[in-house]
C-alpha cells in the first residue's frame, strides 16, 4: 500500500526524541530500531566505531491518522547533514514505474542525491534536493 511518512534527522539524540514521541502519541515502533552498527561492512571495510554504532539509521513510529514519522542520526561523515527544518518527506509508493515517475517529476530544476537503485536491504531507493530546497526519500519495497 502506498503512503507517505515524514522523516526526521538528528544529531546524534534520534533514540531520545523518538522515545518523546512514543510516549506522546502512545504508539509502538515499527519494527526494531535499525542501528548503523547493524549494517554489514564491506571486505576490507572496518567495523562501526562505538561511538557511532549506537547511532540511529532507521526508527519508524505511527502517529495520528496512519502517518508514520521516521528518523535517524545524521553522521557528517557519510555526507549527510541537518539544515533547515530538518525534515525529509519519505515517499513509498506501490511500484517501482510509479517511484521513477515521482522521482523524474520531483528532480526537474533540483538536484540528485541518489538515483533510485536496488539496496543491500531489497528495497529500491533515491533521494533527491527539489527545486525549493525540500528533500524527498523514495523507498519502494515491491520487485
Request: hydrophobic share 40%.
Amino acid at each position: 500500500m502506498a503512503r507517505v511518512s515524514t522523516w526526521f534527522h538528528f544529531a546524534g539524540n534520534a533514540e531520545e526524541a523518538f522515545l518523546f514521541y512514543k510516549s506522546v502519541f502512545q504508539t509502538e515502533f515499527l519494527g526494531p530500531v535499525r542501528r548503523f552498527g547493524d549494517l554489514p561492512t564491506a571486505p576490507g571495510q572496518p567495523a562501526w566505531p562505538p561511538e557511532q554504532a549506537h547511532l540511529v539509521m532507521n526508527i519508524a513510529l505511527p502517529i495520528l491518522g496512519g502517518h508514520i514519522i521516521m528518523g535517524n542520526d545524521a553522521p557528517a561523515h557519510l555526507g549527510q547533514r541537518i539544515q533547515g527544518n530538518n525534515v525529509t518527506i519519505n515517499l513509498e509508493p506501490d511500484t517501482r514505474a510509479e517511484t521513477d515517475r515521482l522521482f523524474a517529476a520531483l528532480k526537474v530544476g533540483g538536484k540528485v542525491e541518489h538515483e533510485p537503485s536496488e539496496m543491500p536491504w531489497g528495497g529500491y531507493w533515491g533521494s533527491l534536493i527539489d527545486r525549493y530546497g525540500n528533500e524527498w526519500m523514495f523507498s519502494c519495497e515491491a520487485k
